[in-house]
């Protein structure tokens, strides 16, 4: 335990008790902040051997030099040894405490308290020891209920901004939780102006990369935490470790900013928070998977239907005609450069981004391969969906569909995926599938449409490498976004040559130009009637 970790009451505690008498006489204001670890008692002339800082010294100035210059030399090695007071008492050997004692004090900013004879030494040392053990007390119970309250987060469905809110209530700090990127991914309490969280985030980063290689300045062990304090205001970080706690894997870092300095409780109660943030974020726990979804997915394996697994996956407290779906597709854009380019840079790969991204979207039922994402958001039937602005920070586009139920999930998967493709074209953060029966498609009876959609493609069969499917996806990718051969190309993930390619090979077999509004036009309504992309236009 450091010496800022010593138990400790302010020296005003001992001055306000009307039982000791004791009155400074000497030394700075401020008796608040000069806090008493300890009463000594000493006669010797160069007591500083035996001193270890934070001490009421205690002295009836038997010993004590009879020179100024001496005077002077004994306040100024106590101060150079930690003693936090001098306390003088009068009689029998002093009928009045010396004044060039005090001009010392003052001089090196020592505080000094007058005794009065009526008060034994060891009742003050008795009192200092009542008001510690008092105040320790204080400290374990604030301790404790902050403990249980974090526990409490940690059981709440949004696991992580509780904990964070916790932490942020019972130290005064703002506290955030950052990627190895520093890509924020919650943060609790008021925020502070800037550069602070700048400052915070540049603190985490450089302390994570220092824990992963292991090593921190001149070859000794990297520190797990750090710690910056300018302007008045107090940083620290706390990394998390990765998986089984190794800590050349972690990923996540929890930082803080406070207007005054940590204190033993604060430092206990970020130690719980720590913990318990890892663990929500680690692979094991970072989606949360219970013994009910368990089963369902054992029902599954063992060939059960969707629709009859679904009420397990559910919330607890929705009935059965209230049992609905949202199925959520994702497209992932690195919000940061080098995050884009450092090999395995993935939000699958990291347990913090999913428990993060779970947490916005309001479930745990995610699949993430690369940059893809697909997921499962239980919902009441007559609920639109919303998209969190959080999933647009972490660098996600998102594609919404309308809820459905178990039985209807195919279609509201192909809606999802339909309403991804119109938020990449259109640059926006996300699209929520709409249902408007004022189109063309409400005057073509369903079935002849069908019939048309598939006589229309059915010259693309003979393609050939890469496939029907294959070029139907780059016709409607192309078309989408608005006949954009980079974005489709990025889009697919090809070479653009080879999107020209293989348009001119769609134009080719089914015999138009593409060139033309109008056979674009054509082409578009028919994709939408092909068996795959019919169900919406069946509501």
Known sequence: MTESEQPSVPLSTLLADPALGLRQIAGPDGEHRVRVSTVGTTEIEDPTPYLVGGELLLTAGVRLPLDAEGIDTYVRQVVAAGVSALGFGVAPVHEEVPPELIAACDRHGLPLLRLPPATPFVAVGQAAYAAIAEARTRELREISRAQSALATAAARPDALRSVLA??????????????????????????????????????????????RARTGPAGRAAPAAAADHQGGTHLTVHTLPGADGDSTTTTRALGQAATTAPTLVHRQVTGTATVLLALLTSPRH????DTHSAGALVRLMLGAAPAEVAPALARADTTEAERCWVVVHGRHTPPHSTQASRPGAHPGADPAQLATLATALGTPYLHVDGAELKALVPSAPDTRPEAPAQAADLGWVLGFSTPAPASDLPHADRRAARALRRAIAAEVPSVVHTEDPLTVHGLVPAADARDLARTRFAPLDRAGAPGASVLLDTLRTWLTLHGSWDRTAATLRVHRNTVRHRLARVGELLGVDLRDAGVRMELWFALRWLPDEADEADE
């Not at 970072?286 to 998977?289: I, P, S, V, Y």
């Open 286 to 289: 970072a989606l949360g998977t």
């Open 166 to 211: 916790q932490l942020s209530a019972h130290t005064g700090a703002w506290a955030v939780l950052y990627d190895a990127q520093g890509t924020e991914l919650f943060s609790a309490g008021p925020r502070p102006a800037s550069p602070t969280p700048g400052r915070v985030r540049d603190l985490a980063v450089r302390t994570i990369a220092r824990v």
